[in-house]
């Protein structure tokens, strides 16, 4: 193992502004900042279209938020990347397959679901590290494709 | 009103956390789960950073009888350690890895334009779909009766409502 391209103070102030943003969504509106379960529920199963709106205007934050990046910081962004449109939809479908099965991702299980210590997210987030891991490992180090 | 301008700004603010810790990168994603490769550990912090600040924050907003803005807080009741949790976790960790992107960074990069950004989005959307479709067919094939397939695909589509 090497070490490289570590950004620990970016990666820090990053990482405490996902967890505002999230307990200030918690103290504000008393939901979980989970962003599959939010903007699955903008597209699939929801009790109300009344419920819909606030999914609508978290969902225009995230991607309003990510456009300043885009616009202003484009190297932080997938903006400069070439990547296989049959790749990125392979794993974008095992991502909403999963996240609807198992209810969550690295938001709503993650950052949230161990905020508030769920043996439930805990099981969750250690599945899903250690998937991540061992398809990575697979893929560079048995398959040879390589990463972006 | 007021319930859509703190969604709004929750998600800004999430946002502007995705971009500066990296994740909004797909090669920082991927760089961090390549263990046993080049290895760029920042997004342990970029985890680290934000649960440190929910688990410190959540107990003191659950004090609270209720929501800042009114209503009650939505919480996931189920404590179940299941199959489609692990099944489900399984899957979206190999999508993970293979794409670089979960869903925040992913709908946080729209505006790129890219074409793999934008090809991750609509299958992650169509998974969403077509897992619910199959679901709710699977219940209403196990149950007995009407009665009983209508309570347990409503039962079903509450979980799936409560975010987790």
């Known amino acids: 193992m090497e070490i490289v391209n570590f950004t620990p103070i970016s990666a820090l102030i990053g990482g405490v502004l996902i967890g505002g943003a999230s307990a200030l969504f918690m103290l504000t509106n008393g939901k979980i900042a989970g962003i599959s379960g939010i903007t699955k529920?903008?597209?699939?199963?929801?009790?109300?279209?009344?419920?819909?709106?606030?999914?609508?205007?978290?969902?225009?934050?995230?991607?309003?938020?990510?456009?300043?990046?885009?616009?202003?910081?484009?190297?932080?962004?997938?903006?400069?990347?070439?990547?296989?449109?049959?790749?990125?939809?392979?794993?974008?479908?095992?991502?909403?397959?999963?996240?609807?099965?198992?209810?969550?991702?690295?938001?709503?299980?993650?950052?949230?679901?161990?905020?508030?210590?769920?043996?439930r997210s805990l099981a969750s987030v250690l599945t899903f590290m250690g998937a991540g891991f061992a398809t990575m490992f697979i893929m560079t180090h048995v398959l040879n494709t390589g990463r972006f | 009103m007021k319930i859509y301008l703190s969604s709004f700004v929750s998600g800004l603010i999430f946002a502007i956390g995705l971009g500066f810790s990296g994740m909004m990168d797909p090669i920082k994603v991927q760089g961090f789960l390549d263990l046993a490769g080049k290895w760029d550990p920042s997004l342990a912090l970029v985890m680290g950073g934000a649960v440190t600040v929910t688990f410190l924050m959540f107990p003191l907003i659950f004090k609270r009888k209720a929501p800042l803005l009114g209503g009650t807080f939505n919480l996931p009741t189920s404590v179940k350690i299941d199959k489609p949790l692990i099944g489900g976790a399984l899957l979206f960790g190999i999508g993970w890895a293979i794409s670089g992107l979960c869903p925040g960074p992913a709908l946080a990069n729209v505006a790129t334009l890219n074409i793999g950004v934008l090809a991750y989005v609509v299958a992650m959307t169509t998974g969403w779909i077509a897992y619910q479709k199959i679901a709710v067919m699977d219940i209403r094939s196990h149950a007995s009766t009407p009665k009983e397939a209508q309570k347990s695909v409503q039962d079903f589509c509450d979980e799936q409502c409560v975010v987790d």
């Open chain 1, 41 to 119: 529920g903008i597209v699939a199963a929801c009790p109300t279209p009344q419920d819909r709106f606030w999914r609508i205007a978290f969902v225009l934050g995230l991607v309003l938020g990510g456009a300043g990046f885009v616009l202003f910081q484009p190297s932080l962004t997938a903006a400069p990347l070439q990547m296989h449109p049959v790749q990125m939809a392979f794993g974008g479908l095992l991502v909403g397959v999963g996240t609807a099965m198992g209810n969550g991702c690295t938001s709503g299980h993650g950052v949230c679901g161990l905020g508030r210590r769920s043996p």
